[in-house]
């Protein structure tokens, strides 16, 4: 391989700046250089769900487990804002019992095929072949496989041998912008690099068929199944630019949101206190982070917020002063596709990049810990 064919940097190989005496540095301050989104695409699997189908198979099946329960829940999935999601099984599948093995076998099966499908629409959008792509961040929390997933791609998109890879996962909800921000942090030390960011979840696999919990009822409501993928780059291309990122992790707050390992899968676990703890408590979070920026809420021109379900989305426009409906394409994406956790974000943000937005986006999440993620875009 002769110098004009070398990778911008190999995974065992980053370079590394000779430091600059303090002269040197008075003499040559180094440019800061942005990364930025060049592609982004998403994908969801074949199935679709619409949500009175869903609810009335959920009535079927739990009537046998607890009536009673049932019909005191079941209004969750009316008022949930939801009118259809995508799974990566048909929905015959949820009426047999499913233990843990079974369903992690089919979340690594369908989790590789999204990615490849979604990554693939990404590289072509991006005019990139997979051998141009130097590093890949893979976020996901609803499976578990090792080798990661982004190995399991390597040889399905035809990536470079030595690709530097950072498999992410236990993010949740939040992992969509927490994971970007990964992301863009590696384009930016890297000038040159070229970063393929993937995120997948399966999170209707999880579904639960004799639990008749709120937390399970909950779920079933909320959930769907898609992925995303993006490629972030620092090399002077065009597209939204990646400033400041940021998380706060509320003290003993482990309760409120994650999953628990049961025999037949993965448990959720919700508080019936997120909306009031976001109402009460984001908007001094956020814009701690944007002071931290030399920023204040209206310097911002758009919030891409992920629609963890309809209340807490309302609870997030009280929070930054909007008003009522004014995150719009969180709730179109809540209503078309569900909360497919991590990706969700990624597919507001795809929605709203479509519609044309310009200027200053604040980007957030909320996930297990219980943390809320920020990420400045500034698009073009």
């Known amino acids: 391989m002769d110098d ?35 592609a982004l695409r998403t994908a969801v699997p074949p199935f679709s769900l619409g949500q009175p189908d869903v609810a009335e198979r959920v009535r079927l099946l739990f009537s046998e487990v607890d009536g009673e329960a049932v019909e005191r829940l079941m209004p969750i999935f009316g008022n949930a804002g ?26 690594i099966e369908h989790a590789v095929n999204l990615l490849e499908r979604a990554g693939r629409d990404c590289l072509e959008d991006a005019g990139l072949r997979p051998r141009d792509i130097d590093a890949v961040v893979a ?26 890879r950072l498999p992410i996962f236990g ?51 909320l959930f769907g199944d898609g992925a995303a993928a993006a490629v972030i780059s620092a090399a002077g291309e065009d597209g939204p630019a990646f400033h400041a990122a940021g998380e706060h992790t509320w003290p003993d707050s482990l309760d409120i949101m994650g999953w628990d390992v049961a025999e037949d899968g993965l448990k959720a676990l919700f508080s019936r206190d997120i909306p009031a703890l976001v109402r009460g408590q984001m908007r001094e979070v956020a814009a701690e982070f944007l002071a931290r920026q030399g920023l204040t809420f209206s310097d911002i021109d758009h ?28 709730r179109g994406v809540l209503r078309d596709f569900g909360n ?41």
Request: aromatic fraction near 6%; proline fraction near 6%.
């Open 303 to 330: 919030f891409a917020c992920h629609p963890g379900g309809a209340k807490v989305l309302t609870a997030l426009e009280e929070a930054f002063g909007l008003a009522e409906g004014a995150l719009g394409a969180s």
């Open 4 to 38: 004009t064919t070398a990778p911008a940097f190999a995974a065992a190989t980053i370079a590394r700046p000779k430091p600059q005496s303090r002269n040197e540095q008075r003499r040559s301050p180094a440019k800061r250089v942005e990364p930025r989104l060049v």
């Open 171 to 221: 993010l949740g909800c939040a992992g969509g912008v927490m994971g970007l921000a990964r992301a863009a942090d590696i384009a930016r030390s890297n000038p040159g690099a070229k970063v393929l960011y993937l995120a997948v979840e399966l999170c209707a696999l999880c579904f639960r068929k004799n639990d008749t919990s709120k937390s399970n009822f909950v779920a079933t409501a």
């Open 82 to 107: 939801i009118e259809r999601r995508y799974s990566c099984v048909p929905i015959d599948w949820y009426v047999a019992p499913h233990g843990w093995r079974d369903r992690n076998a089919l979340y």
């Open 340 to 380: 497919m956790s991590a990706v969700t974000v990624l597919f507001v943000l795809e929605r709203m990049l479509a519609e044309g937005m310009r200027g200053r986006v604040l980007m957030t999440a909320l996930g297990p810990g219980f943390t809320a993620a920020f990420q400045l875009l500034e698009a073009p």
């Open 139 to 164: 976020v996901s929390t609803t499976g578990v496989a090792t080798p990661s997933l982004d190995a399991l791609l390597i040889n399905r998109l035809g990536l470079r041998p030595d690709v530097l």
